[in-house]
C-alpha cells in the first residue's frame, strides 16, 4: 500500500507536533514520524517558561518573534483544551529578573528602557517592594527587573496537547518509527525511508530537535548545530513559596500549579547523554538556596535533563532547505522551543502553503545564512 | 505550643480537602491531618464520572443532592484553576447508559420518563443514531440512554486542586500524621491526638473514607460502613476512540484528555487490599471488548485499585454526632465521592456554621438513622 | 584526541555486553556504543527462560550450541557475581511442557526419544504425577515433558552483570551514543562515525539487535531479519504457585524470586512500537487461566514488550562480513538471546582472536548462508 | 471461622518477617499483619551497613549482639536463596572510617585497640595506603580505620528474602491489615483486632518499628521511643569509584552491585514525613564531596526516606511485656535494624520457645528497664 501524505514530519518534539497542528487545521493530510515516543525529549524536560522579554534583551527578529509566539498563548490554550481536551497550564504570572549584586543592578537595569522602547512592559522593581511582593527572596537581593508579560505553560503538557489536537484534526502519528533516509527523486525530495517502511509526501520537515543532524547531513546541509544538556528538578512545597517566575544568575525557580517548583537548569554542550549528574543538582541546589533561602525545606521530587538543540549563531533554523525542494527543517530552537513552538508551526505552514513569510524573518531563520555558508 | 484551631480535618481524600477548602473559604483556622499523603488513596483511583443521574435512577434526596453537587462543578473549575493553578479537566460530555439485550433496552427505556420528569436531560438513541454517535461500539449494542449532564472530572486533580487552594486560603494540611484518638472533654470533642502530638480545635470532622472506621467506634458510634474495593486500569488511543462516557453492564469506558480511557470498575467487598487481580483486569477486558471491540488495539498504560467506603443503606454519612458536641462525620461516599464532594464539603461547613441544612438531607444523612439506630 | 580501540561493539543489549565481557576478559581494549541505555530494550524484557529442549526441539548446530550455552551458565553466575555484584537469578527448575489435548499429548511424547538419544534429560510426566508435583495445574493438564536441565535467568540482571563486569575488567560503556556510519577504508571497516564524534576500532562488531538494520544496508549485507514484538507482563502471588516453568500452547508461567511470575510471550512480526495492547495482555490471561486456574487470584504488577530480532530462516547471524575485513556481525537471535548470549560472546571473541570456531556453528550461523545469497 | 495461630505477628519490616521466619523454621504457624506492604518502610530505606564495629565502638551487650548478628549472614544468605530465590547481596567488602582532620585521627586511632583487644579485626591505613586502596578518596583524608568484618547486604532485597522464606515455610503475610487493638483475656494477650477482623494467638508480637507506639500504650508500656527520619539518595558511575564503604563524619558513601552507591543518612529526630527535603540532599551532597570528590560525575538515580524507631538509651527493645503474658515486643533498632534483624528474630523465637536467652542481653533489652521505670 502506497498512501501519498501532503507532509512527513520527523520529529513529535513540541516543534514537530506544532507544525502537524497547524498543517491539520489547514486540511492537510499530515503524518508524524518519532522514533521514540511523543514529547519522550527535550519537549518534556523544559520548565516552560515563556521568557521573551527574559531571554532575548535586545531587539531583534527573533526577539520580534518570540513576542508574536508568546502573543498566540491566550488563544492557543483555549484552541488546545478544546481539541485535545489538555490544559497547557498557561500562566501570565510574569518573571522577575533578580540582581544580587551591585553590577548586575546596573546591567540589568540599562535594559528597561530598550524594552520600553520597544513598547515592553517591563519595570525596575526596587527591593522594599520586591521583598513585599516575594516575601521569600533573600534579603541580599537588591532588586528585580519585573517583565509583567513572560509567563509559563507546562512543557509536556503543550506537546501532548498539540500531538492530540493533531489527531482529533486527521493528523496520524507513529511512534517508534526511525527515519534512516530522505527519498530523492529529480532534486526533490518526495519522503522518507524509516525503519517501518517508506513514507511519501510532497513536503518533508525535519524537526527532529538535537537529533536532526544525521538527516541534515545526508540532504547535504552542513546545519552548525550541537546538543546542549540541560539539567532540571521539581520540587514541592506547603504552601505556594513565589509568585511570579525567578530568575536569577544562572538558575531559574518557576511555580507550578500545586505548589509545585521547577528548578533549572544547567548548561553542558556537546552531549547526548541524558543522564542527571550530582554537579548539576549540586551547582543548582546551591544557586536556589542564595536566592530563595526557604526553600531548603522544599520536598523533593524528582531530576531530569533534556538534550536542546543550539547553534552556531544562536537562532533558530526555520526555512526551507536552500537547494532540494520539498525539504524543510525546523530545529535550533535552544532554550526557547516552547515559547517559539506556536509560531513555528505556523511559519512553516505558511511557507508550505506559499504563503508570504515576513522577511526579516525568512532572512534571520533561513538555513542558507551568509554568515555560515561562505 | 497549644495552637487552637477553628476545625480539624481527618482525612485529606477529596471529601476531607472540600471541606477544607469550604471552611478556609469561610475564613475558617483549618487543619487537615493525614495519615498518608494527600489524595493518596481512593481519591486518586476514582475515575471521575459525575454520573448523578447514571448511578442514582430514582427521585430521592440523595439524587437531589447529587444534581446540586453535579450544578457546582463548572463554577468551581474557574474558582479552583484561580486558586491552586490545576484544571480539574471538568468535561461535560454526556455519558451513554448503553443496552446490549433486549431486556436492558426495555429497564433502561423505563428510566427515562421519572428522570424527564424530575426536568433531567435524559433521552432514548436507538441503535441506528448511537452507532452514528459513537462509530467504535459494537453493532450489538441495541441503543442508549444519553444523560447529557452527566460529565466528569479528574479525581487526583480535583482533590489536589482542593488541598491547594485550601493551603493558599491559609489552611494547614499535615500529611504523614495518624490520628490515634479523639480528645474528650465534658462531652465534647476538643482535639485529637496523633503520632506527631495532640492538635485542639472547636470541631473536629472526620473524613477518613473507610479507614474512618476506628475512630467512629472509640466514638461510640457504630456506622455500619465496609470497605468496597475497586479495579480500574488506563489505555491510551491513537485518536478519540469514544466521545460521551460509555456506562454498561459491569463495565464503563472513560474518555480523557489526550485520548487516554480510563477503565472501571470491580466491586469486592470486605477488603482493605489495594492490589489489583488479574481476575479483575480479565474481568474488564472482556466486558469492555464486549461494548468496544476496537479498544484490543488499545495501549496499556497502567492499573489500580481504590478502597471505597459503603453503608449499609448505600447513603453517605454527613452530619453532626448524634451525642458528642463539636464531631461531625463525612464518609460513606462509596463510588460517588467525587461527584458528592462539593456539596458535602459546603454541608459540613454549614453545619459548623449553624446555617439550616436542608431538611431532607439533613435527616437522610444523619449519623442517627432510625433504620441504623433501633 | 584519537583514540584507538580495539574492538568497537554496537549495542549493549545482552550479546553486545557479553562480547564486550568476553573481550575485555582476554584484555582487549573493548568500548561499546549504545544509542540509549544499558539493557534497555529487548534484552530487559525477556523473561530469560534457558530454554534450550523447550524451544529447540531438534538436534542441528543451533540446539548443540544452545545447549553449550546453557552450560557455562553454572560457572558465568558464580564469575559475573564476583566481578560485577550482580545476581543473575540463575535456577536449574526445570520447565514442563505441558499439553491440553491428546493431540499434543502426541506430539510432545513423540519428541522424548529424539531428545533423550541426544543424552539430555527429558522425560514424560503423566497426569497424576504431574498433579502432585505442581498442583497448580488446571485438572485438565494430561501431562508433561519434563526437560529437567532447562532453567532460567533474570534477563536484566545478565545484562547488567555482563556490562558491569565488563567495566570492571576495563572496558567503556558509552550510552546515548547513536553510530550513524561504519567508517571504512580500503576495504576494510576501521571505525563509526556517531553523535558524539568518531571512534576507531580494529574490530567493529554491529550487535544492535532488531536495530542493526540500518548500518548492515550501509555495509552491503541484506541480512532479511525483521522484528518480532512480544508483550509480556508479570504478577505477584501470595506464596509459591508453580516450582518449574510451565510452558503451554502460546503461553509460559516463569516463577521468579520473591513470588513472582512472569507471563509471556506475544509474537508481533514486522513492528518497533514497544506498547504492550489489550489484546496481548487478553490473550495471555485467557491461556495462563486454562493452564493454571488459580493464577486469577495473583496480583498485577506491570506489562512491557520487547522487540526481538529474527531472520528469514529462524537462526542467528553470528559471523564475519563476508566482504570487508573488520566487520562483524551477532545479531537474530530471535526468542532465545539470553540462552545464546554466553556463548555468542564467546564465538565472536574467538573469531576475533583468530581461533577456530566449531564448523558446523560457523557455517550455520555466517552471514553468507547458502540459501540466503543465491 | 476462628483460626488460632502460634503467633502473630505486628509489622512486616525487616525485625517483622526476621520473627516470622524464625518461627515458621521451628514450625510454628505464624500470620504477619502489615499496615501497607511488605518492606513498605524503613526496612527498604536503609543502605543495608552491617557495621556492628562501625556503629559501635565500645564493648556493651549491644556491641556482643550485633557481632552475633553479623556471623550469621554468611549460612543467612545460602539459606534464604534457597527458600526465596533472593539474593541478599551479602557483601564483606570492609568499611573505612575515614579521618579528615587531626582530631579525628587521633579519635579514631584510640577506637583501635579497644577492638583488637575485643577480638576484632580493625586497623588504621595510613594515607599513602589508603589511596591506593581507594584512589576516589580526596587527597585531604588523612588515614581511615578499616573494619574488615563490617559488610553491608541490600535491604529490601533482605526483608523480602526473609519474608518470601516464612511464606515458603507455611507463614501467612497479610498486606493492607491495621491492627487497631490487642485483645486481652485474664490478664493474656489473646490475638488482636484488625480493620480485616479479628485473629487469635498464643503469642502476639508488635515489630511495628516507629508505629509501634499506639499498641504499646494501649498495652500500658510507655516505652520512650521517638522516630527519627533518615534521608538517602542513590547514584550510578560509570564504573567502580570505591570498593569498600566509605564512612565519615555525617555521610556514608556505600558501594553497591552494579557500579551503584547508595548516599545517607540524614538524622531528623520527631517526625514520620517521609518526605525528603532539599536541606537534607545538598548536605549529604556537600559532604560526600569533600570525601569522594569525583562523585560529581555521578549519575543521579532517586531519593527516599526512612523512619527508624529510636530509644531514650539508644538501646532496642527485644523482650517480654512486664506484666501481660503472651505479648512480645521487638522495635527501637534505630539504625540497626537491617544488622541486628537475624539475631533478633533467633532471640523472639528463644523467648516463645522458652529457651534461655543470653543474661546479659534479655537485661539489656528488656522493656522493663530499671533506667525507664522508676
Given at each position: 500500500?502506497?498512501?501519498?501524505?501532503?507532509?512527513?514530519?520527523?520529529?513529535?518534539?513540541?516543534?514537530?507536533?506544532?507544525?502537524?497542528?497547524?498543517?491539520?487545521?489547514?486540511?492537510?493530510k499530515v503524518i508524524v514520524l518519532e522514533r521514540g515516543k511523543i514529547a519522550g525529549k527535550a519537549s518534556s524536560a523544559a520548565a516552560g517558561m515563556l521568557g521573551a522579554q527574559t531571554e532575548l534583551e535586545e531587539d531583534s527578529p527573533l526577539f520580534q518573534f518570540a513576542k508574536a509566539s508568546r502573543a498566540m498563548f491566550p488563544q492557543l490554550e483555549k484552541d488546545l483544551k478544546g481539541l485535545?481536551?489538555?490544559?497547557?497550564?498557561?500562566?501570565?504570572?510574569?518573571?522577575?529578573?533578580?540582581?544580587?549584586?551591585?553590577?548586575?543592578?546596573?546591567?540589568?537595569?540599562?535594559?528597561?528602557?530598550?524594552?520600553?522602547?520597544?513598547?515592553?512592559?517591563?519595570?525596575?522593581?526596587?527591593?522594599?517592594?520586591?521583598?513585599?511582593?516575594e516575601p521569600a527572596l533573600s534579603k541580599d537581593t537588591l532588586g528585580a527587573m519585573f517583565i509583567r508579560n513572560d509567563g509559563q505553560v507546562s512543557s509536556p503538557a503543550l506537546t501532548m496537547a498539540f500531538a492530540t489536537a493533531a489527531t482529533t484534526l486527521g493528523a496520524e502519528i507513529h511512534e517508534y518509527t526511525d527515519v534512516h533516509h530522505l527519498i530523492e527523486e529529480n532534486e526533490r525530495?518526495?519522503?522518507?525511508?524509516?525503519?517501518?517502511?517508506?513514507?511519501?509526501?510532497?513536503?518533508?520537515?525535519?524537526?527532529?530537535?538535537?537529533?536532526?543532524?544525521?538527516?541534515?547531513?545526508?540532504?547535504?546541509?552542513?546545519?552548525?548545530?550541537?546538543?546542549?544538556?540541560?539539567?532540571?528538578?521539581?520540587?514541592?512545597?506547603?504552601?505556594?513559596?513565589?509568585?511570579?517566575?525567578?530568575?536569577?544568575?544562572?538558575?531559574?525557580?518557576?511555580?507550578?500549579?500545586?505548589?509545585?517548583?521547577?528548578?533549572?537548569?544547567?548548561?553542558?554542550?556537546?552531549?547526548?547523554?541524558?543522564?542527571?549528574?550530582?554537579?548539576?543538582?549540586?551547582?543548582?541546589?546551591?544557586?536556589?538556596?542564595?536566592?530563595?533561602?526557604?526553600?531548603?525545606?522544599?520536598?523533593?521530587?524528582?531530576?531530569?535533563?533534556?538534550?536542546?538543540?543550539?547553534?552556531?549563531?544562536?537562532?533558530?533554523?526555520?526555512?526551507?532547505?536552500?537547494?532540494?525542494?520539498?525539504?524543510?527543517?525546523?530545529?535550533?530552537?535552544?532554550?526557547?522551543?516552547?515559547?517559539?513552538?506556536?509560531?513555528?508551526?505556523?511559519?512553516?505552514?505558511?511557507?508550505?502553503?506559499?504563503?508570504?513569510?515576513?522577511?526579516?524573518?525568512?532572512?534571520?531563520?533561513?538555513?542558507?545564512?551568509?554568515?555560515?555558508?561562505?
Amino acid at each position: 500500500m502506497h498512501t501519498q501524505y501532503d507532509a512527513i514530519i520527523v520529529g513529535a518534539g513540541v516543534i514537530g507536533c506544532s507544525i502537524a497542528y497547524n498543517l491539520s487545521k489547514r486540511g492537510r493530510k499530515v503524518i508524524v514520524l518519532e522514533r521514540g515516543k511523543i514529547a519522550g525529549k527535550a519537549s518534556s524536560a523544559a520548565a516552560g517558561m515563556l521568557g521573551a522579554q527574559t531571554e532575548l534583551e535586545e531587539d531583534s527578529p527573533l526577539f520580534q518573534f518570540a513576542k508574536a509566539s508568546r502573543a498566540m498563548f491566550p488563544q492557543l490554550e483555549k484552541d488546545l483544551k478544546g481539541l485535545s481536551g489538555i490544559d497547557i497550564e498557561f500562566q501570565q504570572n510574569g518573571i522577575y529578573k533578580v540582581a544580587m549584586t551591585e553590577e548586575e543592578v546596573s546591567r540589568i537595569q540599562r535594559l528597561i528602557p530598550a524594552q520600553q522602547e520597544l513598547g515592553e512592559m517591563s519595570e525596575w522593581i526596587p527591593a522594599a517592594e520586591l521583598h513585599v511582593k516575594e516575601p521569600a527572596l533573600s534579603k541580599d537581593t537588591l532588586g528585580a527587573m519585573f517583565i509583567r508579560n513572560d509567563g509559563q505553560v507546562s512543557s509536556p503538557a503543550l506537546t501532548m496537547a498539540f500531538a492530540t489536537a493533531a489527531t482529533t484534526l486527521g493528523a496520524e502519528i507513529h511512534e517508534y518509527t526511525d527515519v534512516h533516509h530522505l527519498i530523492e527523486e529529480n532534486e526533490r525530495i518526495t519522503g522518507v525511508k524509516t525503519n517501518q517502511g517508506s513514507f511519501h509526501a510532497d513536503h518533508v520537515i525535519v524537526a527532529g530537535g538535537a537529533w536532526s543532524e544525521q538527516l541534515l547531513q545526508e540532504a547535504g546541509v552542513e546545519l552548525p548545530t550541537y546538543p546542549v544538556k540541560g539539567e532540571c528538578f521539581s520540587l514541592k512545597t506547603k504552601r505556594r513559596l513565589v509568585n511570579g517566575t525567578i530568575f536569577s544568575n544562572e538558575v531559574y525557580i518557576v511555580p507550578k500549579p500545586g505548589n509545585q517548583l521547577i528548578i533549572g537548569a544547567t548548561e553542558k554542550p556537546g552531549t547526548f547523554d541524558e543522564s542527571v549528574t550530582v554537579e548539576g543538582i549540586s551547582s543548582l541546589m546551591e544557586k536556589m538556596q542564595q536566592v530563595v533561602p526557604a526553600i531548603k525545606e522544599a520536598a523533593w521530587e524528582r531530576a531530569w535533563a533534556g538534550i536542546r538543540p543550539q547553534s552556531a549563531d544562536s537562532l533558530p533554523y526555520m526555512g526551507t532547505h536552500p537547494d532540494k525542494e520539498g525539504l524543510y527543517i525546523a530545529t535550533g530552537h535552544y532554550r526557547n522551543g516552547i515559547l517559539l513552538a506556536p509560531k513555528t508551526g505556523e511559519l512553516i505552514a505558511d511557507l508550505i502553503d506559499g504563503k508570504q513569510v515576513q522577511d526579516d524573518w525568512f532572512s534571520a531563520f533561513q538555513t542558507k545564512r551568509t554568515s555560515l555558508h561562505v
